[in-house]
């Protein structure tokens, strides 16, 4: 079974000495075919806690349904770095085929392994996980939720996203946030949106500054032109960049405005979104900032004058 791999890899696999396993396991995720695969599988089942969080590493580098359904199974392992390591290592996987088996662990009893298998499962967009995403939005665990906020926003169901609005008021602000993540791909969102923009938490305000710009909200210019006056910078930014995607003129003065801001960052980015709107009335502000002392502000200032000048 052996005979594609060195034999004195495969007698370290099994040597007496955790140390050496552990490092042979390590060896093994260089290695492919399904001999490798194998003994990482194995490896798996060691009494050793640093040989199978190896081994659950080495598989993330090893393609295939046995080696998913290996780490799937060790998702409640005793040991919480090999938990991590199988995490992680599902969360690289693009295989369909390992659906079922994380949609059932949504309904383990233990929070992390629940965590785990849903966010395995965002990427894999499979409609099967709606369901089990959706049961698991009252889940006490602020992580599983904020994991099946994430199943269901890359599903871009519009019927889940409508689900997820209720969710806007949830008591964890990464929940939120993610919240706000996720419904800019609902048309239908915008009223949320625009409430997350007076969340308590900056980082939720971000959000939904930067969902209103992608989600074409031209409705929600007023709150974004507000947004520009938020005491968190970054919000400031992710405003002022929204309203250059949606392209409102009537915050030209507004955003000029904040042409004077000390963070260089948010500088660039009203230089940048009164280039994107393109409006003549925006030239003073322009101008004004063609001296900046920052480069890139006066680089982006430039090629601003240029649009609103053609």
Avoid at 68 to 74: V, W, Y
């Amino acid at each position: 079974m052996f005979d594609d791999l060195d034999e004195e890899l495969v007698t370290r696999a099994g040597s007496a000495d955790p140390g050496v396993r552990r490092v042979a396991m390590m060896d093994l995720a260089e290695e492919v075919g399904p001999a490798a695969t194998a003994l990482l599988i194995a490896g798996m089942r060691d009494s050793d806690d640093t040989v199978r969080e190896a081994a659950a590493k080495g598989l993330d580098e090893h393609e295939g349904i046995e080696a998913a359904e290996a780490l799937a199974g060790a998702l409640d392992d005793p040991s919480p770095s090999v938990r991590a390591a199988v995490a992680d290592a599902l969360a690289d996987r693009k295989e369909p085929a390992i659906g079922p088996a994380l949609i059932e662990r949504c309904a383990h009893h233990d929070p992390f392994v629940r965590a785990a298998a849903l966010r395995a499962l965002r990427d894999l967009a499979l409609p099967a996980a709606g369901a089990a995403a959706r049961a698991a939005l009252g889940d006490a665990s602020d992580d599983v939720r904020l994991q099946a906020v994430g199943v269901l926003g890359y599903l871009r169901d519009p019927e889940h996203l409508t689900v997820l609005a209720s969710l806007a008021g949830d008591p964890s602000a990464a929940v939120r946030r993610a919240v706000m993540s996720a419904l800019v791909r609902s048309g239908a969102a915008v009223a949320t949106l625009s409430a997350g923009l007076d969340d308590a938490d900056w980082q939720v305000r971000e959000e939904a500054s930067a969902s209103l710009g992608k989600s074409g909200a031209v409705e929600a210019s007023g709150q974004l032109i507000a947004a520009l006056q938020d005491p968190a910078w970054q919000v400031r930014i992710k405003a002022a960049g929204a309203l250059g995607k949606l392209g409102i003129v009537a915050a030209v003065p507004a955003l000029g405005a904040t042409l004077d801001s000390e963070i260089s960052n948010l500088r660039k980015e009203v230089a940048s979104a009164l280039g994107e709107i393109g409006n003549a009335s925006a030239l003073p502000y322009l101008e004004s900032a063609a001296a900046d002392p920052d480069p890139d502000v006066r680089k982006i200032v430039r090629w601003a004058i240029g649009k609103c000048a053609a």
